[in-house]
């Protein structure tokens, strides 16, 4: 079993920055793509951003040209750097991992509990 664990959450005035992780552990051979999504109140869960297993990434509009999301594979971790935080930042943020697993032919997808962000004076 693959399990998620994301921290670096909290309260933040806006203008101001956040550092969020996510841990891997468990059994696994790789991971490849790895995202973070946000869901808040009354709002479906959207991808924020997505770093391929080389290093390459992709962020939703609302994300670009503030948020970073980087990786450290030795440590099985993922990142997301906030910077410039608005109001509509606000919402839980989750990790998501596409793990391959020994044995099995296919990938499998896995979620972190979330970590709750607010952004509000």
């Known amino acids: 079993q693959v399990q998620l664990v994301e921290s670096g959450g909290g309260l933040v005035q806006p203008g101001g920055s956040l550092r969020l992780s996510c841990v891997a552990s468990?059994?696994?051979?790789?991971?490849?793509?790895m995202r973070w999504y946000r869901q808040a109140p009354g709002n479906e869960r959207e991808l924020v951003a997505t770093?391929?297993?080389?290093?390459?990434?992709d962020y939703a509009d609302s994300a670009k040209g503030r948020f970073t999301i980087s990786r450290d594979n030795a440590k099985n971790t993922v990142y997301l750097q906030m910077n410039s935080l608005k109001p509509e930042d606000t919402a839980v943020y989750y990790c998501?991992?596409?793990?391959?697993?020994?044995?099995?032919?296919?990938?499998?997808?896995?979620w972190g509990q979330g970590t709750q962000v607010t952004v509000s004076s």
């Open positions: 468990g059994t696994f051979s790789s991971i490849g793509a």
């Open positions: 770093i391929s297993s080389d290093d390459s990434a």
């Open positions: 998501n991992a596409i793990v391959r697993r020994q044995f099995y032919p296919h990938d499998f997808s896995y």
